[in-house]
């Protein structure tokens, strides 16, 4: 495990909160980003799940970045809202063809995020696994999928995913239920239960709880304490990716920058 392994970041970075209190007073709106991404280590983009952008977006992106920077881009709802998942064939490809490879590098992980109604089907959810692409105009492409329906704590959902290399999302809420089961050659966990209360989001002991629990994952491992339904994944090392998202967002980067200090 290198510590480049473990990416922690947060959810876009244009957020009118966080001006004065993330963000320096009169800090350029127009260098938000070259900002953010030089105080935590990856973001997840929200605005590519509500439109579509140029590839010049995409590469300006890249071009306000440090290097070894990670975005995440949220799939476009067009894709995962629909009644059949399996005709999404078309909305995908349309996604992934957009310019999101001007990244370069620094693409990370396809975050398919299903509507917290979506029932788990395994027909349905098997055929949209393998609409998929393994790649773009020769770019290699790593998918994420969030689910927030009961129905899918089952063995048959985490064999589905595994067969397709697919991360399940590791999604800590209050809202939903939670599966922590490794299912793909990365990890991809969402922190959705910050306070406001607490200036980094969350009590020390808790984010001394998430390093570790980063750790194991990136060494490989699965993590006690979490809610699994099927066996352990082979222990691998695995790039891992944990964002603080939704919750108390004010709290999102100082949650953020706390974890990436614990990680050092």
């Known amino acids: 495990m290198t510590a480049s392994s473990i990416r922690v970041g947060i959810g876009g970075w244009t957020y009118e909160p966080w001006r004065g209190s993330f963000y320096p007073d009169k800090w350029p709106q127009k260098r938000e980003l070259e900002y953010a991404s030089r105080h935590v280590t990856a973001i997840e983009v929200n605005g590519t799940f509500y439109s579509s952008f140029k590839p010049a977006t995409f590469a300006g992106w890249r071009a306000a970045a440090p290097d070894g920077f990670v975005f995440a881009l949220k799939a476009s709802r067009y894709c995962v809202t629909r009644k059949v998942l399996a005709e999404a064939g078309e909305s995908i490809a349309r996604f992934v063809g957009q310019g999101i490879v001007e990244l370069g590098e620094m693409l990370g992980p396809i975050l ?126 695995r790039d891992t990716f944990i964002f603080m998202i939704n919750g108390a967002k004010v709290r999102a980067p100082h949650a953020a920058m706390a974890l990436i200090e614990r990680l050092v």
């Open 112 to 237: 398919w995020q299903l509507p917290a109604t979506r029932k788990f089907d395994a027909e349905d959810i098997a055929a949209f696994l393998k609409l998929l692409p393994a790649s773009e105009a020769g770019v290699p492409l790593r998918h994420a999928i969030q689910v927030r329906h009961e129905s899918f704590a089952t063995s048959e959902f985490i064999t589905l995913c595994r067969a397709a290399g697919v991360a399940i999302v590791h999604g800590d809420s209050a809202d939903y239920p939670a599966l922590a089961d490794v299912s793909g050659d990365f990890v991809y966990a969402r922190l959705e239960d910050a306070r406001e209360e607490e200036p980094a989001g969350y009590e020390p002991a808790a984010l001394d709880r998430w390093r570790d629990v980063a750790r194991e994952w990136a060494a490989g491992g699965s993590p006690d304490g979490l809610p699994y339904v099927a066996d352990p994944a082979p222990k691998q090392p």
